[in-house]
């Protein structure tokens, strides 16, 4: 019996998982990071938990532009983090 190739969502997944960790540990290592995402990811729960999707989207897309402009400056500070 052949073996089946592995699952689109165990690839998917585990490319995901590669991206996160890639990009978390650049951001995070980013002095003040820590405090600011935690303080956005308890907003963004609360905003879920209440119900309310359109302030989550605005959360969410918030933390996503101030992480993409940090990881920008790191590459701008030392362009060997690319």
Same mark, same amino acid.
């Given at each position: 019996? &052949?073996?089946?190739?592995?699952?689109?969502?165990?690839?998917? &997944?585990?490319?995901?998982?590669?991206?996160?960790?890639?990009?978390?540990?650049?951001?995070?290592?980013?002095?003040?990071?820590?405090?600011?995402?935690? &303080?956005?990811?308890?907003?963004?729960?609360?905003?879920?938990?209440?119900?309310?999707?359109?302030?989550?989207?605005?959360?969410?897309?918030?933390?996503?532009?101030? &992480?993409?402009?940090?990881?920008?400056?790191?590459?701008?500070?030392?362009?060997?983090?690319?």
């Amino acid at each position: 019996m &052949a073996r089946h190739p592995r699952s689109i969502t165990h690839r998917t &997944a585990g490319t995901l998982d590669q991206q996160v960790r890639r990009y978390t540990l650049n951001t995070l290592t980013y002095p003040g990071r820590w405090p600011v995402v935690l &303080a956005d990811y308890a907003e963004l729960l609360a905003a879920i938990e209440n119900a309310e999707p359109e302030r989550a989207g605005e959360i969410a897309a918030r933390h996503m532009s101030d &992480a993409l402009g940090i990881r920008l400056k790191m590459y701008a500070e030392d362009p060997r983090l690319l």
